[in-house]
T-cell receptor, first 112, second 114 residues
Framework: SQKIEQNSEALNIQEGKTATLTCNYT??????LQWYRQDPGRGPVFLLL?????KEKRKERLKVTFDTTLKQSLFHITASQPADSATYLC???????????FGTGTKLQVIP | NAGVTQTPKFQVLKTGQSMTLQCAQD?????MSWYRQDPGMGLRLIHY???????DQGEVPNGYNVSRSTTEDFPLRLLSAAPSQTSVYFC?????????????FGSGTQLSVL
């Protein structure tokens, strides 16, 4: 089965810096990789999708990269703000399958 | 827009009791799924459905039943609750699966089994 590791359980950074979160996977190469944000007591909310044939995707202050050789995705938040503090989850979907597998998440704390 | 609605928000059960967690979506999504979230283990897929009348097992299906009689509803049944089923349960839906469609999540049900 697919195994997904997110680099650390928690990450603290200073406001204004760039936060970089890592998602590593084993076994099958996913066709689609998604990132979600989860706030305490709430369900995850979709942020970005990147496909296996795409190297990079951007949305406002967010950037996602996808390296199928390294089996890794990086998620960047530039000019981070305290409001960005949350848990971020990566999720993988293998093409043609109907299951989405999630990583354990990284809790990001942006310190003012 | 309601999106994905889960009820109840909180529930306490005794070992051996049964209950149903409700999930409804108003987006006409074909795909619906149930996850449980435990500390350090992330979201794990319990059951999923690709349309009315079709269900399949996920990663951790034991102790849970599902059915999908309508497009809108996807209830999760605990037949005989066990302390190991203490968790936060999330229902999620999407238009379809297989092409990276984003999942829409409900706000969760926090279940404690004593």
């Amino acid at each position: 089965s697919q195994k997904i590791e997110q680099n650390s359980e928690a990450l603290n950074i200073q406001e204004g810096k760039t936060a970089t979160l890592t998602c590593n996977y084993t076994n099958y190469s996913p066709a689609y990789l998604q990132w979600y944000r989860q706030d305490p007591g709430r369900g995850p909310v979709f942020l970005l999708l990147i496909r296996e044939n795409e190297k990079e995707k951007r949305k406002e202050r967010l950037k996602v990269t996808f390296d199928t050789t390294l089996k890794q995705s990086l998620f960047h938040i530039t000019a981070s703000q305290p409001a960005d503090s949350a848990t971020y989850l990566c999720a993988l979907e293998i093409g043609g399958y109907q299951k989405v597998t999630f990583g354990t998440g990284t809790k990001l704390q942006v310190i003012p | 827009n309601a999106g994905v609605t889960q009820t109840p928000k909180f529930q306490v059960l005794k070992t051996g009791q049964s209950m149903t967690l409700q999930c409804a979506q108003d987006m006409n999504h074909e795909y619906m799924s149930w996850y449980r979230q435990d500390p350090g283990m992330g979201l794990r897929l319990i059951h999923y459905s690709v349309g009315a009348g079709i269900t399949d097992q996920g990663e951790v299906p034991n102790g849970y039943n599902v059915s999908r009689s309508t497009t809108e509803d996807f209830p999760l049944r605990l037949l005989s609750a066990a302390p190991s089923q203490t968790s936060v349960y999330f229902c999620a839906s999407s238009y379809a699966r297989g092409r990276g469609e984003k999942l829409f999540f409900g706000s969760g049900t926090q279940l404690s089994v004593l």
